[in-house]
């Protein structure tokens, strides 16, 4: 496939992928805006190492929005320190997204290059208070959006913050084409988005005191590609002691998606790509473009030219002074940061996936897992027949949640597993709030992908939550922030959640009935990975 087919599909599962949240998420933002001057709200100021910023403080909790932790980088350069400034810089609203498209394609008006912000929110004492008391363990979020969409504002880490007397960061990193291009000889290539996370965990290490937090217990954290980042941090050697423990929601090392499984027709999609296949994408890209040298690309104004050709660069490449080598290959073998891990999946992870395959009968579904499966499609028929579904697209979603979400997970689990501590967890609500927008109306969503978001921020317009639902988001609050502290997600009256050792030893999370379960027969595993 050529560099602009290969766009093309790509950014087909881009878009599908972010579209049904790109209502909802403008809600977000809105409702951002609109809390950003509460009538109640107190004006509170932090000094940083680069000067003093001005946030709010509100109901239990003070907010700091839009602080840069970098300079504006210039493109395609990796992350240099901002300069210091005068006076009381506003932190009351979020800076800039990083540069992405729209819903309906071209610039998002609201991003931009200019996006190295990040945005901090810790329990009120006033954010000095405990200085000189160790500090509050910090949890530092990198969001999702297949490396190509999102921003950390849209993750309101209040709840959060309160319940887990946590200090929450949720960071800015440059996404797509302007985080991930790669080019012969290009410094950074194919990390600019990784690079950036690590400026921000830097700055965190610098400036966590003045908020209330403490620099020497620091947990990364992230959902789908969010969760791949967290993955490439721990096996970055750059990284080395920047974090203490790490948190992956649904974006283990092992992602993987065959032909046809994310959305109808899509290329085979994995995370990592070697940095030299970026470089060559990159010159490609280039000369689609009228540029036969780096400078030109680098002069281009026409930004929505250049994300045009995004779905060529939604991985990061290994074989970098960030990633030497493939992340997969790199737990496997042990070569990784030894910090607790916190992993796991939503139960029913592919069905927001699968609704964009629309209408699925029978044949419709025998003919999409020859797609994806070829000459195994047989077999996968045989242990997921459509008849032990309550539709064909459901036992078709059951495939995708197993073959490309659960099973990898778990084996990542059993990798690690076996030089450091790991929690595994999936979160089994099966009535799970849903995001507003997100589903065609009637939709069996169950434990979609990302459910699991909205009962740890305060996320986007969900349904209501039950009574039930609620006290399970407050106990996942703080089982997280207990792990961030600790390293151990357990603590007084919660149900007892045991490490990671194989069988039903996966905390399964949903109202009520919080316990342990075997993930890996509950999701076929043993069918998808016969030989782990």
Same mark, same amino acid.
């Not at 000067?51 to 239990?60: A, F, T, Y």
């Not at 980042?229 to 423990?245: E, H, K, M, T, Y």
């Given at each position: 496939?050529?560099?602009?087919?290969?766009?093309?599909?790509?950014?087909?599962?881009?878009?599908?992928?972010?579209?049904?949240?790109?209502?909802?998420?403008?809600?977000?933002?809105?409702?951002?805006?609109?809390?950003?001057?509460?009538?109640?709200?107190?004006?509170?100021?932090?000094?940083?190492?680069?000067?003093?910023?001005?946030?709010?403080?509100?109901?239990?909790?003070?907010?700091?929005?839009?602080?840069?932790?970098?300079?504006?980088?210039?493109?395609?350069?990796?992350?240099?320190?901002?300069?210091?400034?005068?006076?009381?810089?506003?932190?009351?609203?979020?800076?800039?997204?990083?540069?992405?498209?729209?819903?309906?394609?071209?610039?998002?008006?609201?991003?931009?290059?200019?996006?190295?912000?990040?945005?901090?929110?810790?329990?009120?004492?006033?954010? #000095? *208070?405990?200085? =000189?008391?160790?500090? $509050?363990?910090? +949890?530092?979020? %990198?969001? /999702?959006?297949?490396?190509?969409? @999102?921003?950390?504002?849209?993750?309101?880490?209040?709840?959060?913050?309160?319940?887990?007397? #946590? *200090?929450?960061? =949720?960071?800015?990193? $440059?996404?797509? +084409?302007?985080? %991930?291009? /790669?080019?012969?000889?290009?410094? @950074?290539?194919?990390?600019?988005?990784?690079?950036?996370?690590?400026?921000?965990?830097?700055?965190?290490?610098?400036?966590?005191?003045?908020?209330?937090?403490?620099?020497?217990?620091?947990?990364?954290?992230?959902?789908?590609? @969010?969760?791949?980042?967290?993955?490439?941090?721990?096996?970055?050697?750059?990284?080395?002691?920047?974090?203490?423990?790490?948190?992956?929601?649904?974006?283990?090392?092992?992602?993987?998606?065959?032909?046809?499984?994310?959305?109808?027709?899509?290329?085979?999609?994995?995370?990592?790509?070697?940095?030299?296949?970026?470089?060559?994408?990159?010159?490609?890209?280039?000369?689609?473009?009228?540029?036969?040298?780096?400078?030109?690309?680098?002069?281009?104004?026409?930004?929505?030219?250049?994300?045009?050709?995004?779905?060529?660069?939604?991985?990061?490449?290994?074989?970098?002074?960030?990633?030497?080598?493939?992340?997969?290959?790199?737990?496997?073998?042990?070569?990784?940061?030894?910090?607790?891990?916190?992993?796991?999946?939503?139960?029913?992870?592919?069905?927001?996936?699968?609704?964009?395959?629309?209408?699925?009968?029978?044949?419709?579904?025998?003919?999409?897992?020859?797609?994806?499966?070829?000459?195994?499609?047989?077999?996968?028929?045989?242990?997921?027949?459509?008849?032990?579904?309550?539709?064909?697209?459901?036992?078709?979603?059951?495939?995708?949640?197993?073959?490309?979400?659960?099973?990898?997970?778990?084996?990542?689990?059993?990798?690690?597993?076996?030089?450091?501590?790991?929690?595994?967890?999936?979160?089994?609500?099966?009535?799970?709030?849903?995001?507003?927008?997100?589903?065609?109306?009637?939709?069996?969503?169950?434990?979609?992908?990302?459910?699991?978001?909205?009962?740890?921020?305060?996320?986007?317009?969900?349904?209501?939550?039950?009574?039930?639902?609620?006290?399970?988001?407050?106990?996942?609050?703080?089982?997280?922030?207990?792990?961030?502290?600790?390293?151990?997600?357990?603590?007084?009256?919660?149900?007892?959640?045991?490490?990671?050792?194989?069988?039903?030893?996966?905390?399964?999370?949903?109202?009520?009935?919080?316990?342990?379960?075997?993930?890996?027969?509950?999701?076929?595993?043993?069918?998808?990975?016969?030989?782990?």
């Amino acid at each position: 496939m050529t560099v602009s087919g290969r766009s093309k599909a790509l950014r087909a599962v881009a878009i599908a992928t972010a579209a049904a949240l790109a209502v909802s998420l403008a809600v977000v933002a809105g409702s951002a805006a609109d809390q950003a001057h509460p009538q109640a709200a107190v004006r509170v100021v932090v000094p940083t190492d680069k000067g003093r910023v001005e946030g709010l403080s509100e109901g239990g909790t003070s907010v700091f929005q839009g602080i840069p932790y970098a300079a504006s980088p210039a493109r395609w350069t990796l992350p240099r320190p901002h300069a210091a400034w005068p006076g009381v810089r506003d932190a009351t609203r979020p800076g800039a997204k990083c540069a992405q498209l729209g819903a309906t394609g071209g610039l998002d008006p609201e991003s931009a290059e200019d996006c190295l912000f990040l945005n901090v929110t810790t329990p009120d004492e006033r954010p #000095a *208070v405990r200085r =000189t008391a160790g500090g $509050r363990p910090v +949890i530092v979020w %990198f969001h /999702g959006g297949a490396w190509a969409s @999102g921003q950390g504002s849209e993750y309101d880490g209040r709840s959060l913050s309160r319940i887990g007397d #946590a *200090v929450v960061v =949720t960071v800015n990193y $440059r996404l797509g +084409i302007f985080g %991930f291009f /790669g080019y012969p000889g290009l410094a @950074g290539s194919g990390t600019f988005g990784l690079a950036d996370q690590q400026a921000a965990l830097r700055w965190v290490r610098q400036n966590a005191r003045a908020f209330g937090g403490d620099s020497s217990n620091v947990t990364i954290m992230g959902e789908s590609s @969010g969760g791949a980042a967290v993955c490439a941090q721990l096996v970055s050697p750059a990284s080395a002691g920047l974090f203490q423990r790490a948190v992956v929601q649904s974006g283990s090392c092992r992602q993987n998606w065959p032909r046809n499984v994310m959305v109808p027709d899509s290329e085979p999609i994995r995370y990592w790509a070697p940095n030299s296949e970026l470089a060559a994408r990159g010159r490609e890209a280039g000369r689609e473009l009228g540029c036969s040298a780096l400078a030109c690309l680098r002069a281009l104004d026409d930004a929505a030219a250049l994300l045009n050709r995004n779905g060529d660069f939604t991985s990061p490449g290994y074989g970098t002074p960030i990633l030497p080598v493939d992340p997969v290959r790199a737990v496997r073998a042990g070569a990784f940061h030894r910090v607790p891990v916190l992993q796991g999946n939503t139960h029913d992870e592919h069905r927001y996936f699968a609704q964009f395959a629309g209408d699925m009968d029978v044949p419709a579904y025998r003919a999409s897992l020859v797609k994806s499966f070829g000459a195994g499609a047989k077999a996968v028929e045989e242990r997921y027949p459509a008849t032990a579904y309550p539709s064909p697209l459901l036992a078709w979603a059951a495939v995708g949640t197993d073959s490309s979400w659960v099973c990898p997970t778990l084996r990542t689990d059993r990798e690690l597993a076996r030089r450091t501590k790991v929690f595994s967890f999936s979160f089994d609500d099966p009535a799970a709030a849903v995001l507003e927008g997100s589903f065609p109306p009637g939709f069996p969503s169950g434990a979609y992908h990302a459910s699991e978001v909205g009962y740890l921020f305060d996320f986007g317009p969900y349904a209501p939550m039950t009574p039930a639902q609620q006290r399970l988001a407050d106990q996942m609050r703080r089982y997280w922030t207990n792990f961030a502290r600790s390293g151990d997600p357990n603590g007084p009256g919660l149900p007892h959640w045991p490490s990671y050792r194989g069988g039903a030893s996966s905390q399964s999370l949903a109202p009520e009935a919080v316990g342990q379960v075997d993930a890996g027969r509950e999701h076929q595993c043993a069918f998808w990975q016969p030989s782990t």
